[in-house]
């Protein structure tokens, strides 16, 4: 490895050695304030390290790792929401004194370098280690603290699937890996565009390769654990696996497609933009049906992550812009919108607050929260003046651009259904509370927590109305490399 | 830069109502009424710029000519070929008089009948005041789209938040309605200017730019039609029109004046601006159709309104058969039929919205809106009626009245371009006649129905009555003396025209299809 290697690496290696030394503090001296704090500054440290980088990529690092403007991005937007779901989840266990709660920052951290690293990859087998080091380590995170009686019940449900999801994305790699006989993208790349006719080995593998990643973007017709997991799992692990995960995902398989060419492949496009269109449909229609917070924006991210098909489905450099801003939006909403589920969290409830009932009258008894949530859920719902509507314009931008006609028609409809269910939820705050007891305003939130919410929607607001510095900084990150 | 202070000052003074609510319930009622009144302080010199620097008598334009009378262009999201254009001509001006006018009026009359929530109720008003101000002067397509968007959500909670009965679906109706349509045009704005790249190789949306872009006869319809839908169910046209009954009659009165009388002028405006301008080839050859959709709107939506025993549907059915007329003079397009437009979009706003206030306070008063259990009210509280009555007759189009003037225009200019179809447009107006003496029959005068509390009804209040007079004083001088409007207009309008004139051959077809 050469200096410059060194340097471009250091936000990931900053990310490990934070990890042990939270582990090493945690075995000194037990104390949640200061497990919680050093593991946020830890976070913070490797977000500003992220710029600092900058100068010496584009370096290839090992046949395993580049690290170029896209992973700045995507390593930035997965060290950001992981910074913002640690802040949260000091306040979400704040409030619950039941059992040891330091181990969770560790679980956190650990799941978070998994992420972080995936954009980075350009090898299967760093592209596996990532992935199995985030979701064994997400395990953990959603049964510790869950919120329900049976926490053992989402961490059973994520652990078969979950582990079925990996077979088969293993089995696919190995298969491509028989054909080809390489297992870097860059490779794979060349030796397929060099091949005449396609290899039922590498067909199999690719199909694969898609089941196991539609599991973990959660794309219909893979998409059933969802909704389970995410009312199973604590409000900001359910923002984690939202955010972080999927956008590390979403991330490591648009480079796979671009490096190794599945983008020229007709009938793989044809595959994936049926998927995009069923996931689109799917999760609107089967949001409309949910009565509980959670679930319905499991419903809702499953939509999403149709729409973003559509930018990859586009590609060309306004597809991979187009997607990079939508996840941004995408993630400031869910932060917010998890976060607020958080900090409406009463300790004691055998759940979290997240019944749509629970909600009614929250614009009288909590004002803050309920119209910032308003806020998040329309940005969700890509109305202006959030970063949804400039989102969801970039994304029929490129999809207009590269003539995805039914991907687009199915992306209005989709969005034309959601809006009622988002709408639903700001129906339910502006309703009047149901008895009189609950007016009373029960817990101030803490300032910690209604100041992230703040950031989080300054953000929404700020690129929502003046998008131009976000645009130009996915241009000078992303738009540098292919 | 004046342009930017009339979008700024609403937005600004929302923000400062929803704050100031906290405070004192009615801080907020005065910071709107203030906010309003500079605005309009803002808005009104521009009238006399307007006047006073443009050739008023011609009505030819020599090519390149403009009649914007302020502009304002700053690079928004440059990357995308975005800017902030705003531009203001004779027909934005008195669309955004029009509005402020009416945004003052919702203040006024909501003095009393909103108590709860009062500060983010005056925060919605202005805000969707703001939208509606930036959907008449934006000139960039994804800003105007950005402000079609940004007024539907303040809008949606005056709705859902201090409506009637049935708000809940009704609000989210509305939404629905109006957002599915807008993002059919935002693909059709978009396939647009991809066409505009690929002939010219600059990714742009300024409308000015985008004027004239080359296509084929069928992408220009299907292009044309998505701007059309959306605009048409705002507008609404049958049979787009199923939202509005719901809307107007479950909104709080202020939101029914609003919608009714400047949210549906936003549908015609697009028509007027963007439709036929940008597709004038396709809007000619779609005219027909158009039209008869016009024809159909006003007769149908009358025999709907006849039907109505809740007075506030009557008023809003009544709005439908209003805007057929304003499709029929859009789609017949020429000078007469679009001054028609003009003056029966402003009379239509004043005397509906004036209809929905005065249906608003009897609600108040005898707490139902059924016709059925009114009658004879004119004993006791003969001021209302007596208002209740002009604007009925208004309504129906009265000589001395604007409304005339404006259905009057509209049906010469379109006798120009069918005969057949005005000809029915004009029976629209007795079906109008029926149905507007029936509601001044049927509450006001007859037999008294006893009202439960009759004793304590009490006339229009000073407030209320300022509101009416200023509106009835209007609406007779538009109807006495319509000439300094349609000046007002000329200019953007004749330009306008010769945007949307078709290719020759087009126009000729159509006028013999028609004959």
């Known amino acids: 490895m050469t200096a410059a290697a060194f340097v471009a690496f250091a936000p990931f290696t900053l990310l490990g050695v934070v990890t042990i030394a939270v582990m090493l503090l945690i075995a000194i001296h037990r104390s949640h304030r200061l497990t919680a704090l050093s593991t946020i500054i830890g976070l913070a440290f490797c977000c500003i390290a992220l710029p600092l980088a900058a100068p010496s990529t584009p370096t290839q690092v090992t046949p395993l790792f580049i690290v170029d403007g896209t992973v700045l991005f995507y390593s930035g937007l997965v060290l950001g929401s992981a910074l913002v779901v640690a802040v949260l989840s000091y306040v979400y266990l704040d409030g619950q004194a039941r059992g040891p709660r330091e181990e969770y920052y560790l679980l956190l951290l650990m799941a978070t370098l998994g992420a972080a690293v995936l954009p980075a990859s350009i090898h299967f087998a760093s592209f596996f280690l990532g992935l199995e080091t985030l979701s064994i380590s997400l395990l953990g995170l959603i049964a510790y603290v869950s919120p329900r009686d049976y926490p053992a019940e989402a961490a059973t449900k994520y652990l078969i699937l979950g582990g079925a999801a990996s077979a088969f994305l293993l089995f696919g790699m190995a298969l491509i890996y028989i054909d080809l006989g390489t297992m870097s993208f860059a490779q794979i790349g060349v030796l397929a565009r060099a091949g005449t006719q396609l290899d039922l080995y590498r067909l199999v593998g690719v199909a694969m390769i898609l089941t196991g990643i539609g599991f973990k973007l959660s794309l219909v017709p893979f998409h059933m654990w969802t909704p389970d997991i995410y009312e199973g799992a604590p409000a900001p692990i359910t923002g984690f696996i939202a955010v972080v995960s999927k956008i590390a995902v979403f991330a490591v398989i648009l480079r796979y497609f671009i490096l190794a060419g599945g983008q020229a492949d007709t009938a793989l496009r044809t595959g994936l933009a049926g998927i995009a269109i069923l996931s689109m449909l799917g999760g609107n229609l089967l949001a409309l049906l949910q009565n509980n917070l959670k679930r319905l924006l499991a419903y809702s991210s499953i939509a999403h992550f149709g729409y973003l098909l559509v930018a990859f489905l586009a590609a060309g450099s306004l597809g991979v812009q187009a997607a990079a801003f939508y996840l941004a939006a995408y993630a400031v909403a869910n932060l917010g919108a998890f976060g607020i589920i958080a900090l409406l969290n009463t300790s004691g409830a055998g759940r979290d607050t997240d019944r749509i009932e629970d909600y009614r009258g929250l614009f009288r008894t909590r004002p803050f929260l309920a119209g910032s949530l308003a806020l998040m859920l329309l940005s969700l719902a890509g109305m202006p003046p959030t970063m949804g509507f400039i989102g969801k314009f970039y994304l029929v931008v490129a999809g207009v651009g590269a003539g995805l006609f039914w991907p687009v028609a199915a992306l209005v409809l989709g969005s034309v259904i959601g809006l009622y269910y988002y709408l639903r939820v700001l129906v339910a705050m502006a309703m009047p509370v149901p008895d009189e007891q609950t007016c009373a305003p029960t817990a101030v939130s803490p300032l910690i927590g209604n100041a992230l919410i703040a950031i989080l929607l300054f953000l929404l607001l700020v690129f929502g109305t003046y998008p131009a510095p976000a645009i130009a900084l996915i241009r000078m990150t992303i738009g540098s490399t292919p | ?515």
């Open chain 2, 1 to 515: 830069m004046i342009l930017l202070w009339l979008l700024f000052i609403p937005a600004v003074g929302g923000v400062l109502a929803w704050a100031a609510g906290a405070r004192h319930p009615d801080w907020p009622r005065w910071i709107a009424l203030f906010v309003l009144i500079i605005d309009l302080l803002v808005a009104l010199p521009l009238l006399s710029t307007a006047t006073s620097s443009t050739i008023i008598s011609s009505s030819v334009i020599s090519p390149g000519q403009t009649a914007w009378i302020a502009s304002f262009d700053r690079p928004w999201i440059p990357q995308l070929g975005i800017s902030f254009e705003l531009n203001l001509d004779g027909l934005s001006l008195v669309l955004i008089l029009l509005t402020i006018v009416l945004g003052l009026a919702s203040v006024i009359i909501s003095w009393t009948e909103i108590r709860d929530r009062v500060g983010l109720f005056h925060a919605n008003l202005l805000w969707s005041v703001t939208g509606v101000i930036g959907v008449f002067l934006a000139l960039d397509l994804f800003l105007f789209f950005f402000f079609w968007e940004l007024m539907l959500v303040p809008m949606y909670f005056l709705i859902a938040l201090w409506g009637h009965e049935h708000r809940f679906y009704a609000a989210i109706k509305f939404f629905i309605f109006t957002q599915g349509s807008g993002l059919l045009m935002l693909v059709a704005i978009l396939v647009l200017v991809f066409i505009h790249q690929h002939e010219t190789g600059h990714f742009t949306f300024d409308y000015l730019a985008l004027l004239g872009t080359k296509m084929s006869p069928t992408t220009a319809f299907w292009l044309m039609l998505g701007f059309f839908i959306a605009f048409a169910v705002k507008l609404p046209a049958v049979p787009f029109h199923t939202w509005l009954p719901d809307a107007h009659t479950e909104a709080p009165t202020a939101g029914s004046v609003l919608l009714a009388g400047i949210l549906l002028k936003t549908g015609a405006y697009g028509l007027i601006r963007f439709v036929v301008p940008l597709f004038p080839d396709a809007a000619h050859a779609f005219a027909p159709v158009a039209m008869a959709l016009g024809v159909i709107g006003i007769l149908y939506a009358a025999l709907l309104a006849f039907g109505q025993n809740d007075m506030k549907r009557l008023v809003a059915y009544s709005s439908v058969s209003h805007m057929g007329f304003v499709l029929l003079g859009v789609f017949a397009w020429n000078t007469l039929a679009l001054q028609g437009v003009v003056m029966q979009m402003l009379a239509h706003g004043i005397s509906t919205g004036a209809l929905f206030i005065l249906v608003g306070a009897l609600q108040e008063r005898i707490h139902t809106r059924d016709m059925r259990l009114m009658g004879g009210l004119w004993g006791t509280i003969p001021r209302l009626s007596a208002f209740g009555m002009m604007f009925a007759i208004a309504s129906l189009g009265l000589p001395g009245l604007g409304n005339f003037i404006g259905e009057f225009l509209i049906l010469l200019g379109s006798f120009h371009v069918s005969v057949p179809f005005t000809i029915i447009a004009a029976t629209g107006l007795v079906a109008g006649a029926a149905y507007a003496l029936l509601l001044v029959q049927r509450a006001f005068h007859g037999n008294a129905m006893p009202q439960p509390n009759a004793a304590k009804l009490i006339d229009l209040t000073a407030p209320h009555l300022a509101v009416m007079a200023v509106l009835a004083l209007t609406i007779i001088g538009l109807g006495l003396y319509p000439q300094p409007v349609l000046d007002e207009v000329a200019p953007g309008l004749a330009v306008l025209q010769q945007d949307g004139a078709p290719s020759a051959g087009v126009s000729q077809q159509f006028v013999e299809e028609t004959r």
